[in-house]
């Protein structure tokens, strides 16, 4: 494989960056001396403090998590990447073969995950007759290297289904041919990973962004939860997808049969001993907060207690995190800075550049406060869409009109109200001005949303950050968080025909952010929950995975973009504001949906479901078999 090829070229016995093997090039003497910009690998595994930053080498593939330029949301129907080129449309416009991967991040990217499995596997052969005198270190250091095992292999077994088990760092001359393993192997082998990190790391410290015992169980109710989902039971499958029911090889994506009940059993034991494990944020409640409070306590689970703004508590609901400020020192090599999420997404009258800007599909799944579902037919909701909604839609979401912080002080002029103007008004002489966060604006109108809204959430909303500036915000990137594993049992109690129990705790979800108790049964409820579990996890990076594996994506990632038009007419005998300001009293507006194809005509094909092994990887390793529509 190339990535266990370069893994043996460039990772042989790495210790972070800078501490290599040493190998002499010859015998002579007065070349053998001892260098002292690196480490060799037997001073490495004698000492404490040397294996630790090993370890966190092996975090550092866990890369910004899904705080990247490009995010895992402008692939589903969450979000539109502003600046989408070939390399995104290749695969939302379902182009991609071998030869032409699509965008691919590294945190799951098939050559970067087997770099980090072999820095984890590393660890795990050398880590046991390492010598230095700190057994609760060595077992710690030993749960963390079999949680992050299993964390890269199930990052590949999300996108790919069944892969090669490597278990050991290959040598330079070993055969490096390995074919892939089943799904039910792979799930197996991570399970047993995660089995074993839990029982390493019990009573061992926990320090954010390592991880713990519950990161552990939290992790195996995730990939448990996958493994007992549609897209991995072939009879479900092929009755959805001629693609994949006609795949030769479809024990590598799916268990061919075995017992569905007993696999939900699983995840829904899994899934409670993490939550039995761990806490939540304000969850318990028996009736919804107010809207206010619900939407202040969803910006403080956005925040992760890492904003001034939010609740510092709401830490808590963080099972494992990517935080910001460098989690160790410089000398243990966590070379990750600061976050750029502010000015990669923010609105363009910021002067930030719009990313992954939210899409009408997102918006129109928020439910109404009454619980109701938003509807563009009816003339209440069409008239005043933003008014009225889940409130974790205005803690994620910034529309036209709505709040946001001070302008700098070259667009204050232009907007000194500090509100988002997406849209287009009324200048009172026959024509429209465009809004200063729209792509007509004065204010750098290349970087502005081509869908007239922009991304909230995760964005640290402290009025004194300026998000255009790259050390901005500290906020943290939940790999995993208990609201997830609340999600995970629910859906299980579903699958297991416990409905009470499942509304129970989807209620509980609800009530922390004012919604309504859901009181549906049967087909209904399920729908519920999954409308639940996107909106709850939206910019999460589960969506992607939840389409597919409840085999849904040909209806959501197939569909095509929609935008928001915005126009505002002046009342008759009114007189435009000037500077504009979102006004009701002054202007009639008129919300409009429109398709976007101008940056991407999306398309499905069941090929989609998992992605390509490059046509490098396959050439260099004939045992893998491709995936099915490649």
């Not at 300001?581 to 094909?605: F, G, I, L």
Request: hydrophobic share 35%.
């Amino acid at each position: 494989m190339k990535s266990l090829q370069r893994g043996v070229y460039r990772l042989l016995s790495a210790v972070g960056i800078g501490a290599v093997l040493l190998v002499s090039a010859c015998d002579t003497d007065f070349l053998n001396t001892e260098p002292l910009d690196s480490i060799s690998s037997d001073a490495t595994w004698a000492d404490g403090p040397l294996s630790e930053a090993f370890i966190y080498n092996v975090y550092s593939f866990l890369g910004y998590g899904g705080f990247e330029e490009q995010m895992l949301a402008s692939i589903t129907d969450e979000a539109m990447f502003t600046h989408a080129g070939r390399n995104i449309n290749t695969f939302t416009e379902g182009t991609e073969s071998p030869a032409n991967l699509g965008w691919m991040s590294p945190t799951y990217y098939w050559d970067n995950m087997y770099l980090a499995i072999r820095q984890a596997n590393i660890a795990l052969q050398e880590l046991p007759n390492s010598t230095f005198d700190n057994d609760d270190l060595r077992d710690r250091l030993m749960g963390e290297a079999h949680f992050l095992r299993a964390y890269y292999y199930h990052q590949l077994a999300r996108f790919y289904g069944g892969v090669p088990l490597v278990e050991k760092p290959y040598g330079l001359n070993e055969d490096y041919e390995v074919p892939r393993a089943t799904w039910e192997e792979t799930v197996n082998f991570i399970v047993a990973d995660l089995d074993k990190a839990a029982e390493l790391l019990a009573g061992k410290p926990e320090t954010d962004g390592r991880a713990s015992r519950l990161s552990a169980l939290a992790l195996k109710s995730r990939i448990l939860l996958y493994a007992a989902s549609d897209l991995h039971y072939a009879p479900a499958a092929g009755a959805v997808s001629s693609t994949l029911a006609s795949y030769p090889h479809l024990d590598l994506l799916a268990y061919s049969g075995g017992d569905r009940e007993a696999r939900w059993r699983a995840a829904r034991d899994a899934a409670r001993m993490a939550l039995e494990e761990g806490t939540g944020y304000k969850l318990g409640l028996t009736e919804p907060v107010s809207p206010e409070e619900g939407r202040q306590n969803y910006i403080s689970l956005s925040m992760g207690g890492g904003s001034s703004v939010g609740d510092a508590a709401a830490a808590e609901e963080l099972i494992l995190q990517r935080t910001v400020t460098p989690l160790y020192t410089q000398e243990s090599n966590w070379p990750l800075g600061p976050i750029h999420f502010g000015i990669n997404n923010g609105p363009n009258g910021y002067h930030n550049w719009a990313g992954n800007t939210p899409i009408q599909q997102l918006v129109d799944d928020y439910e109404m406060m009454d619980g109701s579902t938003f509807d563009w037919d009816n003339p209440d909701h069409a008239a005043n869409p933003y008014e009225d909604r889940d409130p974790r839609f205005y803690a994620t979401v910034m529309y036209d009109g709505s709040g946001w912080k001070p302008r700098p002080s070259d667009v204050a002029p232009i907007d000194p109200y500090d509100e988002i103007q997406t849209g287009y008004y009324d200048d009172g002489k026959g024509g429209f001005i465009p809004g200063v966060d729209t792509r007509e604006s004065s204010v750098e109108n290349w970087n502005g949303s081509r869908t007239h809204y922009y991304v909230r959430k995760f964005i640290d909303p402290d009025p004194a950050l300026k998000d255009n500036q790259s050390n901005a915000q500290v906020i943290p990137w939940p790999f995993i968080r208990y609201t997830e594993v609340v999600l995970n049992y629910v859906e299980t109690c579903l699958e297991l025909g416990n409905e009470a129990e499942a509304r129970d705790w989807l209620n509980q979800v609800r009530f922390r952010v004012g919604m309504p108790a859901v009181q549906d049964s049967g087909e209904d409820l399920m729908y519920r929950y999954r409308n639940e579990r996107r909106i709850e996890l939206a910019y999460e990076e589960h969506r992607y995975h939840d389409a597919r594996r409840w085999l849904i994506a040909e209806e959501t990632q197939g569909r095509p973009i929609e935008i928001i038009d915005v126009r505002a007419t002046l009342k008759p005998g009114k007189q435009p504001r000037v500077p504009y300001k979102y006004d009701p009293s002054v202007y009639d507006y008129e919300y409009t949906v429109a398709t976007n194809t101008e940056n991407e005509s999306r398309s499905w094909s069941d090929k989609m479901y998992f992605r390509a092994i490059s046509r490098d990887e396959i050439s260099r390793n004939p045992q893998l078999v491709q995936n099915p529509g490649f």
